[in-house]
C-alpha cells in the first residue's frame, strides 16, 4: 500500500455556520433536548470527516471534536468529577459535563483560563481528595467507531497524562500531581487498548506541555508516564504531539520516551528539525508542521517542501508525515464562503480547509518537485506578488518607521516631573475614582448598531443616538460622584475592531469565526499590510463627551500590543514590526486627542500577558518590543497629559517589572478576584507610578458591598502609598445592566470618600 503522508491535528468544531454554537445555546435556553443537541454534533463530526477526506487528509482525527472543550472531556472521562457535581460514578451526563463548565445553582463551575499562548480558553481539571478516579466515559473510542462507521478510518486525539496533569490543578496541598498521574495511567491504558481493539493503529497523544521549560519533576512525570503506558502490548502506536513552541532542551526526554511518532510545530520552531536530524531518531513517523494552524495565511509551497525534501534526506520518505503545525481549532473553517474581500489579499489566504488542502499538495511533493509543479508555480507567484504589492507595503510608512528615535519612545520628563505638572493641571481629589471605559451595552445600543449596519438609519440618526447614549452616560457618572469619567465606548462593538475598521491594512471576514470558549466565537480582524491612519478615530466622541461636562473625560485607545494580539497577524514580516506601525497609528492619535483638548488618555493594554512568549528564553525580547510599541504610542503627550493603561486576566507576576517599564502615569488592574493577590509581587517591585488596582469583579451581576471594598483598598495600602492609589472596578462594564452599575459604583464612590476622609484629613487641599 502506498504510504499515507498527510496528516491533520483538529478540525474546528463549531462548523461553519456555527452550527454547534447555536444548538449548544438552544439546549442551554432549554429549547431543544439532548437529542437534537447530539444530533447536530454528529452531523458536525460527520461533515468534518468527509470534509477532510475530500481535502486530501486520507486518515483525519477524530475525538478533536468536544461539545465544550478537549480538556474537560479528559477530565470527564478519566472521572476527575468534583465532589460539588454530585456524580460520583457511573456515565457523566450531559447535564453535570456542562454544570462543570458553567457552573449550575449548587455547584460553581471549573475555573477557565487560556490553552497556552492562544485565545481559546480550557476548563482547568481540579484534582480533590476522595475523587472516583474511573474511565467513565469512552468518547474517544465512541467517535472512533463513529467515523468508522461511516467508512472512515481516524487517528483518535487524546490529550497525553502529562499535560493533563499539569494543566490541571490540585485543590489542597496534600494532593500530589504525581499521585494524579499514578491514578490515570491505568485508565490511560485501558482506554489505548479499547481503541486498538476498535481498530485504531495510530493514535495522536498531544503533549503540549514538552514545549514548555519543564522542572525536574515535570520530567520525571514523562519518563514514569510513558514508561508505563509502553508497557503492555495491543496498544495503538503513539504520534507523541508537540505544538506553539519549540521542543528545546526536552528533545533528548522526548526521544527517550519510546514513542513511535513524534510531530513537531515548524511554524513556530523551525530550527528545531535540525536538532532532531542530528539525533538520528529511530522514530517510525515523524510529523512536520509546516502548514501554519495559527493564522490565515497561504503556506509558502516552496519553503515548505524544502524542509520536506530535507527530511528526506535525512530519513527517507516513507517516515514523514505532513500536518499542520497544531489542531486547526485556531483557524477559521472555509476562505470559500468569504465573498467580500477582495480578490488580490483573498489570494494570499488559507482557512482550515484550504491549509488541508495544501498539506495534501506538500504531500505529493513528497515524491518530487515535479509532482506539484503547478501548485508550486501558483505559491511561487502569490509569494512574489504579496511582496511588493503596494495593497501590502506603503512607502510612507515604512519612512516613518525608519525615523523612528529612542527619544520618541520616552515622554518628555520623568514621571515625579510630570506629576507635578498633572497635578497642577488637574487638580484631582485624592483617592480618584474613575471606571475602565465601557458602560452597559444594552439590547437597544447592539439594536441601534445592528440597524445602521444593515443601512436601516442613516449616519445622522445613528450618531444622534450615539451622542444621547453618551450625554446620558456623562450625567450618570456626575450623579454617581465620580472624579474622572470616560464617555461609555457605545459606538464600539469591539475595543479592536473599532480601530480595525478605521484604519489601513485591516480586513475583516464575514465568516472568519474561532472559538474562544465554550459556545464563545470571536472573529479577529486581519492584519495584512503596512498599517497607518488615514484620519482621526476617536476624537469625535471624546470630544463630544467633553463638551456636555466639566470635569475630565478619558480619551480611550485600545493599545497596539492588544490590537496586534487579538487580530490575525501578517506573516511577511516580524510581530514587532506591524505592532510598532500599530503604535505610530495611535500615537497621532494621542496628538490629536491632545489638540482636541482631551487632558486624559487611557491606553488599554489587557493582552500584553497573553503574548508572553511560552518558553522564557524568547521572552526579553518580547518585552522589550511590546513595552517599546506601548511607549510610542503614548510618549509624545505633552507632561501635563495624565496617560493611563489599563490590563486584566491577572497573572502579571512574570512581568511587573515590564509593566514598570511601560512608564504610564496611572495604570488600572484586575485583583478583585484574586483578593488583591497580585499586590503582593508588588512587596518584591514598587511600583513607582499612580495605580488603580481593581476594587470589584465586574464579571459578575453581584454588587460589592462597602466594607467589602474599604478591605479591598486596605490591603492595597499595605503595598501602595495613598499618594498613589486610584479607586476604580476591576474591568469595563460593557456586559452590566444599568441598577447594578449604578448601586456598585455608588458603593465604591462612598467608600472613597470616606477613605479619602480618613487618610488625608490633616492635609486635605
Ligand atoms: N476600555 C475597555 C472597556 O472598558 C477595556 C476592556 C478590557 O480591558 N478588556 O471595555
Ligand atoms: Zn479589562
Known amino acids: 500500500m502506498r504510504v499515507n503522508h498527510t496528516s491533520n491535528l483538529g478540525f474546528p468544531r463549531m462548523g461553519q455556520h456555527r452550527q454547534l454554537k447555536f444548538a449548544l445555546e438552544k439546549y442551554w435556553r432549554g429549547q431543544a433536548g439532548e437529542s437534537e443537541l447530539l444530533t447536530t454534533a454528529s452531523n458536525l463530526r460527520k461533515e468534518h470527516w468527509q470534509l477532510q477526506v475530500e481535502a486530501g487528509i486520507s486518515v483525519p482525527p477524530s475525538n478533536d471534536f468536544s461539545l465544550y472543550d478537549h480538556v474537560l472531556d479528559m477530565a470527564a472521562t478519566l472521572g476527575a468529577v468534583p465532589q460539588r457535581f454530585g456524580s460520583a460514578n457511573g456515565p457523566v451526563t450531559l447535564s453535570t459535563y456542562f454544570a462543570m463548565a458553567r457552573g449550575s445553582q449548587q455547584a460553581p463551575a471549573l475555573e477557565m483560563t487560556k490553552w497556552f499562548d492562544t485565545n481559546y480558553h480550557y476548563v482547568v481539571p481540579e484534582f480533590e481528595s476522595g475523587m472516583n478516579l474511573a474511565l467513565r466515559s469512552i468518547k474517544p473510542v465512541d467517535e472512533y467507531l463513529e467515523a468508522r462507521a461511516l467508512g472512515i478510518q481516524t487517528r483518535p486525539v487524546i490529550l497525553g497524562p502529562v499535560s493533563f496533569v499539569l494543566l490541571g490543578k490540585p485543590t489542597a496541598e496534600s494532593i500530589l500531581r504525581k499521585s494524579v498521574l499514578q491514578a490515570i495511567l491505568p485508565l490511560y491504558t485501558d482506554l489505548l487498548g479499547q481503541l486498538r481493539t476498535a481498530g485504531a493503529e495510530w493514535v495522536q497523544i498531544d503533549e503540549p506541555c514538552l514545549c514548555l521549560d519543564l522542572d525536574d519533576e515535570s520530567r520525571s512525570f514523562y519518563r514514569d508516564a510513558f514508561a508505563t503506558l509502553k508497557g503492555p502490548p495491543g496498544l495503538p502506536k503513539f504520534m507523541l504531539t508537540t505544538y506553539f513552541a519549540t521542543i528545546g532542551d526536552n528533545l533528548d526526554l522526548a526521544l527517550g520516551l519510546q514513542a513511535d511518532g513524534l510531530h513537531l510545530d515548524l511554524v513556530r520552531a523551525p530550527q528545531q528539525i535540525d536538532a532532531l536530524i542530528a539525533k538520528k531518531p529511530t522514530l517510525s513517523q515523524i510529523s512536520l508542521g509546516l502548514v501554519d494552524g495559527r493564522n490565515v495565511w497561504r503556506t509558502d509551497l516552496i519553503i515548505a517542501l524544502s524542509k520536506i525534501e530535507n527530511a528526506v534526506k535525512a530519513w527517507g520518505k516513507d517516515r514523514i508525515i505532513v500536518a499542520p503545525s497544531c489542531s486547526l ?201 503596512d498599517v497607518s491612519r488615514p484620519h482621526a478615530m476617536t476624537v ?86 511590546s513595552v517599546n510599541a506601548f511607549r510610542l504610542a503614548s510618549s509624545g503627550a505633552k507632561d501635563e497629559t495624565q496617560i493611563h493603561t489599563h490590563m486584566c486576566y491577572s497573572e502579571f507576576n512574570a512581568m511587573l517589572e515590564s509593566i514598570v517599564a511601560m512608564d504610564a ?36 451581576p453581584r454588587v460589592p458591598g462597602k466594607k467589602e471594598i474599604e478591605d479591598l483598598l486596605e490591603k492595597a495600602l499595605e503595598v501602595l502609598s495613598p499618594e498613589q492609589l486610584w479607586v476604580n472596578p476591576d474591568c469595563g462594564l460593557k456586559t452590566r445592566g444599568w441598577p447594578e452599575v449604578r448601586a456598585a459604583l455608588s458603593n465604591m464612590v462612598d467608600t472613597a470618600k470616606k477613605l479619602r476622609g480618613i487618610l488625608f484629613t490633616a492635609d486635605a487641599p
Open 329 to 529: 481549532l485556531h483557524s477559521p473553517v472555509d476562505l470559500d464562503l468569504e465573498t467580500e474581500f477582495d480578490p488580490e489579499i483573498r489570494g494570499w489566504m488559507a482557512f482550515a480547509k484550504q491549509k488541508l488542502q495544501e498539506i495534501s499538495t506538500l504531500a505529493k511533493g513528497i515524491d518530487g518537485r515535479q509532482e506539484i509543479s503547478k501548485a508550486l508555480a501558483t505559491s511561487d507567484a502569490f509569494t512574489a506578488w504579496r511582496k511588493q504589492s503596494p495593497r501590502i507595503h506603503k512607502a510612507d510608512v515604512e519612512k516613518r518607521i525608519l525615523a523612528v528615535t529612542e527619544a520618541m519612545a520616552s515622554r518628555k520628563n520623568p514621571y515625579p516631573h510630570r506629576r507635578e505638572k498633572q497635578t497642577g493641571a488637574l487638580a484631582l481629589p485624592k483617592l480618584p475614582t474613575t471606571t475602565i471605559g465601557s458602560f452597559p451595552q444594552t439590547a437597544e445600543v447592539r439594536k441601534m448598531r445592528a440597524a445602521f449596519r444593515a443601512g436601516k438609519i442613516d449616519q445622522q440618526a445613528y450618531d444622534r443616538f450615539i451622542e444621547e447614549e453618551t450625554a446620558r452616560c456623562i450625567r450618570f457618572q456626575e450623579e454617581v460622584g465620580l472624579d474622572v469619567l470616560v464617555h461609555g465606548e457605545f459606538e464600539r462593538n469591539d475595543m479592536v475592531e473599532y480601530f480595525g475598521e478605521q484604519l489601513e491594512g485591516f480586513v475583516f471576514s464575514e465568516n472568519g469565526w474561532v472559538q474562544s470558549y465554550g459556545s464563545r466565537c470571536v472573529k479577529p480582524p486581519i492584519i495584512y499590510g
Open 540 to 625: 469625535r466622541w471624546s470630544k463630544f463627551a467633553q463638551s456636555v461636562t466639566r470635569q475630565f473625560v478619558k480619551g480611550m485607545l485600545t493599545g497596539p500590543v492588544t490590537i496586534l494580539q487579538w487580530s490575525f497577524v501578517r506573516d511577511d514580516q516580524p510581530r514587532s514590526q506591524t505592532c510598532k506601525q500599530i503604535a505610530l497609528a495611535l500615537r497621532d492619535e494621542v496628538a490629536d486627542l491632545e489638540a482636541a483638548g482631551i487632558k486624559i488618555i487611557q491606553i488599554d493594554e489587557p493582552a500584553i500577558r497573553e503574548g508572553l512568549p511560552l518558553r522564557r528564553a524568547d521572552r526579553p525580547e518580547y518585552l522589550k518590543w
Open 665 to 700: 502615569d496611572v495604570i488600572s488592574m484586575e485583583c478583585s478576584r484574586s483578593r488583591m493577590e497580585l499586590l503582593d509581587a508588588f512587596h518584591r517591585v514598587r511600583y513607582p507610578n499612580e495605580i488603580g488596582p481593581g476594587v470589584y469583579d465586574i464579571h459578575s
